[in-house]
């Protein structure tokens, strides 16, 4: 792959890396509480305990994380289901969904934090270390970038599916 040049390394680590989310995102994993969720679950519930006192709408919160509005939609209803989550709407606004943790949401994801931290990220804050806060801000960048990219292409697939074509016949 001569077109990656001295990045080929670091693009396939990464496209693994990539791969290997994709296989667990929608799996429920135990995470050594007594609770199971998916990771996009857990990046939800995360995001709640941040950010919840916002009051941000279901579409913002899967713009900001990520992912369509109807994962979103469909990940939160597993969520009300377990009660981790509980749905709200504004006395001066009915039509917008707020979304707030449960006590019993904020006690999973402390369990699963202390487990996470053990299993994973305790290794990787170790190596992130060695690496200068400059050079993580601008290997973040790097991933925004990616990010919005990968975004846009979504898009413009999703845009030419939905414009109008005509059939062709074969024969």
């Keep these: 792959m001569e077109w ?17 989310c994709s296989q667990i995102a929608g799996k429920q994993v135990y995470f050594g ?24 709408k279901m579409a913002d919160i899967a713009a900001v ?22 749905k709200y709407h504004r006395n001066d606004n009915r039509k917008d969904v707020i979304l707030l943790p449960t006590g019993k949401g904020k006690a999973a994801y402390e369990e699963y934090v202390t487990d996470i931290f053990q299993f994973e990220f305790q290794m ?10 400059a ?26 599916e939905t414009e109008p074509h005509t059939l062709v016949k074969i024969e």
Excluded at 65 to 86: D, F, H, M, R, Y
Excluded at 124 to 133: D, G, K, S
């Design 65 to 86: 994380l990520g992912i369509s509005p109807s994962a979103l939609s469909k990940n939160v209803a597993q969520l009300l289901e377990s009660g981790v989550v509980e």
């Design 124 to 133: 990787v804050f170790q190596m992130l270390e060695e690496i200068p806060l």
């Design 33 to 56: 509480g007594t609770a199971r969720f998916t990771p996009v679950q857990i990046q939800i519930l995360e995001y709640l305990l941040k950010n919840g006192q916002e009051h941000r």
């Design 4 to 20: 990656l040049g001295k990045y080929e390394s670091f693009i396939e680590k990464l496209v693994q890396f990539s791969n290997v």
């Design 135 to 160: 050079e993580l801000e601008k290997l973040g960048a790097v991933l925004d970038y990616m990010s919005a990219r990968q975004l846009d292409r979504i898009r413009l697939y999703s845009k030419k």
